[in-house]
């Protein structure tokens, strides 16, 4: 006995040729924590979050105060370093010349070459501590090593430090991206270097040239979606980073697609059921009306539908509801949705919708 399924018959519209559209957020290329290399007392910070920095500006400062002692000791031993290697100096040029004249033994004048040798190593031993002790002094100052702007603020005025620990977030002002996260559908169809257009909902009379300059090779665990990042052509100062907007990407024809009109369809969300990892919907043979399963390509979502592509074309019959409670090649009376009259809508308001469904793209 033949069980009733409730069924629709798909229409389709849109091609190949539509481009992509994906929300997009403008982040920097490069960024960095901001860090001392010593650990001490915050006693300033000179930059808020927010504020513009240029390369060399000193944004924050530690209590320096053991730091200068220790330059100011390091200079004292240098001194006397120095001093200790004058006397020996000249007192080994008073033994070579008594030497010459065998007015002292060779022990005594190998004990003076000793003590000279001893104070010019202790004379670039104190140097160094001294450069040593100069760059504790000069690391009590966080200095920005890049053009940029402060992102996050981690540390506050009074707080003791470990040297390393993050006290400012800084964006270099360089380079700037725009980013979006691509649907593993859309990988296929895009290509480093394909030409994009990027519009801001901040700057609603502008477009911006841009293209793609890379994508993920893995896909986010929780959104299953790829990040894919565009150059703008000609940045802007206007462009500022955290602004959000839309790219709209010029697909590349993917193998095979040459010359081939892509059909998207309108189904019920109700429709869908799933085959393994892949979307299908359970269509009614013609012939015997008998249930197949066909994958199909899910490019996106309405309020109550799903716009696909792949395996449905003009005209087939789906089941649109009930898709969990049937098995492939059931013997099925198709009848009309009850409500369907409800869902009427005009043929030019359709085409409008499912030509957005073509460039909606995931």
Known sequence: MAVVAVAVHTSSSGEAGAPLRYPVEVAARYSNAMSFRVAGQLIERRVRLGDVVRKGEVVARLDSADAEKQATTARAALAAAESRLTFAKQQIERDRAQATQQ?????QLEQTQDAYSAALAARAQAADQLVLALNTLRYNSLVAEHDGVITSENADTGQVVSAGQAVYGLAWSDETDVILDAAAGDLRLLTAGRAAGVTFSALPARRFEARVREMSPAADPQSRTYRVKLTLADPDSDVRLGMTGEATIARAAAPGDAGERRRVVEIPATALFHQGENAAVWTIRSSDSRLELRPVNVLGYGERTAYVDGGLGDGDSIVAAGVHAVY????????????????????????AALARAASMGR
């Open 328 to 351: 492939a090649g059931e013997h099925v009376t198709p009848v009309k949705p009850l409500f369907a009259a409800d869902d009427t809508r005009g043929e030019a308001e359709k085409t």
């Open 103 to 107: 007015l002292i033994a060779q022990s």
